[in-house]
């Protein structure tokens, strides 16, 4: 669609020339450094000939600069911004580079609300649920707010200020598992990683939080653990570091079930060995935890082959962890598929239960604000929908008779 071409200008200066044909006429655009002419053939790849060449006609009109980005800006502020992890900012990086296309490629100072609203809507015909779209023009708002303020771009007011956003998220519905329905899951979890999974739903720590804790944060003295550490991931594979907020910093008590484990390990190995570990003795990761013994112990619980692809007769071998695990007869099946995520659901629905307020679920589980607790849980508490039904009794017999069947 467009070739390159370079050439010395009369008084020794480089500079690139852009052949391509637009409108039936074969047309050329000569740039003064490799960087612009690059950016240009990228606007090209993610808008489309006729799209580039109007950014062009935009920028030549307004008197042509050297073209900052939506991209490039975008990965530079990312790179210095404050108050993330190394973990967010590799996402957020990600994010540009793999869901910004159609705007990366764009100078920054001629965005405008029709770009982000087209974006928005690509997004929603991709599927993209409301909340995850939500999650992403929250970033792209960000930064362009960064460049309304900063003064060397030159964009008076941030395009996303105004874009309607769905609210009609469906959210992915939170599984809770009463007490029995934990054990009958438990007893299809391979014995390796069964105080793992024990962990998750006893104390209600997040998936990288246990897979983080080390054998010298349980106090034998106190019979709780100290959760001060997390597996991020970052450009070049996972690191350990902080938890996903400040108050995941925190010590939480370990089931009496869990006691034991933790006072051998203490007793024979280094404090700074992972306390939780695979069969093979390294970290529990999730890529290969989830589908090779979450999935298959969910489905065994649920009277489902563990495996589909071995067939509904496969054994495993006496040498294998899943020797002597046999799948739950129809009577006995679970009838839930919960995710892992949905330990940390059921450890607060348990605690709620038990009479704890939501400041204490707050506290165990380590969330940031009370709003995202009440949110998550509030509709637990015990007594809640008693009252409701309460009031509205009140409420209704003022105006109705006792209905009759």
Same mark, same amino acid.
């Given at each position: 669609?467009?070739?390159?071409?370079?050439?010395?200008?009369?008084?020794?200066?480089?500079?690139?020339?852009?052949?391509?044909?637009?409108?039936?006429?074969?047309?050329?655009?000569?740039?003064?450094?490799?960087?612009?002419?690059?950016?240009?053939?990228?606007?090209?790849?993610?808008?489309?000939?006729?799209?580039?060449?109007?950014?062009?006609?935009?920028?030549?009109?307004? %008197?042509? /600069?050297?073209? #900052?980005?939506? @991209? +490039? =800006?975008?990965?530079?502020?990312?790179?210095? !911004?404050?108050?993330?992890?190394?973990?967010?900012?590799?996402?957020?990086?990600?994010?540009?580079?793999?869901?910004?296309?159609?705007?990366?490629?764009?100078?920054?100072?001629?965005?405008?609300?029709?770009?982000?609203?087209?974006?928005?809507?690509?997004?929603?015909?991709?599927?993209?649920?409301?909340?995850?779209?939500?999650?992403?023009?929250?970033?792209?708002?960000?930064?362009?707010?960064?460049?309304?303020?900063?003064?060397?771009?030159?964009?008076?007011?941030?395009?996303?200020?105004?874009?309607?956003?769905?609210?009609?998220?469906?959210?992915?519905?939170?599984?809770?598992?009463?007490?029995?329905?934990?054990?009958?899951?438990?007893?299809?979890?391979?014995?390796?990683?069964?105080?793992?999974?024990?962990?998750?739903?006893?104390?209600?720590?997040?998936? %990288?939080? /246990?897979?983080? #804790?080390?054998? @010298? +944060? =349980?106090?034998?003295?106190?019979?709780?653990? !100290?959760?001060?550490?997390?597996?991020?991931?970052?450009?070049?594979?996972?690191?350990?570091?902080?938890?996903?907020?400040?108050?995941?910093?925190?010590?939480?008590?370990?089931?009496?079930?869990?006691?034991?484990?933790?006072?051998?390990?203490?007793?024979?190995?280094?404090?700074?060995?992972?306390?939780?570990?695979?069969?093979?003795?390294?970290?529990?990761?999730?890529?290969?935890?989830?589908?090779?013994?979450?999935?298959?112990?969910?489905?065994?619980?649920?009277?489902?082959?563990?495996?589909?692809?071995?067939?509904?007769?496969?054994?495993?071998?006496?040498?294998?962890?899943?020797?002597?695990?046999?799948?739950?007869?129809?009577?006995?099946?679970?009838?839930?598929?919960?995710?892992?995520?949905?330990?940390?659901?059921?450890?607060?629905?348990?605690?709620?239960?038990?009479?704890?307020?939501?400041?204490?679920?707050? =506290?165990?589980?380590?969330?940031?604000?009370?709003?995202?607790?009440?949110?998550?849980?509030?509709?637990?508490?015990?007594?809640?929908?008693?009252?409701?039904?309460?009031?509205?009794?009140?409420?209704?017999?003022?105006?109705?008779?006792?209905?009759?069947?």
């Amino acid at each position: 669609m467009a070739s390159t071409r370079q050439r010395t200008r009369a008084d020794g200066t480089i500079a690139w020339q852009v052949l391509y044909r637009h409108g039936g006429i074969q047309r050329s655009t000569t740039f003064d450094t490799e960087r612009e002419r690059a950016q240009w053939l990228r606007m090209i790849d993610d808008l489309g000939l006729d799209a580039a060449v109007q950014v062009l006609e935009d920028l030549e009109a307004g %008197g042509r /600069a050297s073209v #900052v980005t939506l @991209g +490039d =800006y975008a990965l530079e502020a990312i790179a210095v !911004r404050t108050g993330i992890g190394e973990g967010t900012r590799h996402r957020y990086r990600r994010e540009v580079e793999r869901d910004w296309k159609g705007l990366a490629g764009l100078p920054i100072n001629l965005v405008t609300a029709k770009h982000v609203e087209r974006w928005v809507r690509d997004l929603e015909l991709a599927g993209a649920s409301a909340k995850t779209i939500r999650n992403k023009h929250g970033l792209l708002s960000s930064v362009l707010a960064r460049a309304v303020a900063d003064k060397s771009i030159d964009l008076a007011a941030n395009p996303c200020e105004h874009t309607d956003l769905r609210k009609d998220d469906v959210s992915v519905e939170m599984t809770y598992l009463t007490h029995a329905e934990f054990a009958a899951l438990l007893a299809h979890v391979p014995r390796p990683y069964q105080p793992f999974v024990t962990a998750l739903f006893g104390t209600g720590m997040r998936y %990288g939080e /246990a897979t983080a #804790v080390q054998v @010298g +944060d =349980y106090d034998p003295a106190t019979r709780s653990l !100290r959760i001060s550490r997390a597996w991020k991931k970052l450009d070049v594979g996972w690191k350990v570091g902080p938890p996903k907020t400040r108050r995941g910093r925190r010590t939480v008590g370990v089931p009496e079930q869990l006691v034991g484990y933790c006072e051998r390990a203490s007793e024979s190995r280094p404090p700074g060995d992972l306390l939780f570990t695979s069969a093979q003795g390294g970290r529990i990761r999730h890529s290969t935890f989830h589908p090779d013994v979450w999935v298959p112990a969910v489905r065994l619980a649920n009277g489902l082959p563990g495996w589909p692809e071995k067939g509904a007769g496969y054994r495993p071998s006496p040498r294998s962890m899943w020797h002597g695990i046999e799948r739950a007869s129809s009577g006995g099946s679970l009838g839930k598929f919960p995710r892992i995520h949905d330990a940390r659901h059921s450890a607060a629905s348990w605690l709620i239960a038990a009479g704890a307020t939501l400041q204490d679920v707050q =506290y165990t589980l380590g969330h940031e604000s009370i709003q995202t607790t009440s949110d998550r849980y509030g509709h637990l508490l015990p007594g809640r929908r008693e009252a409701v039904a309460a009031a509205m009794t009140v409420a209704l017999g003022v105006a109705l008779p006792q209905i009759e069947p």
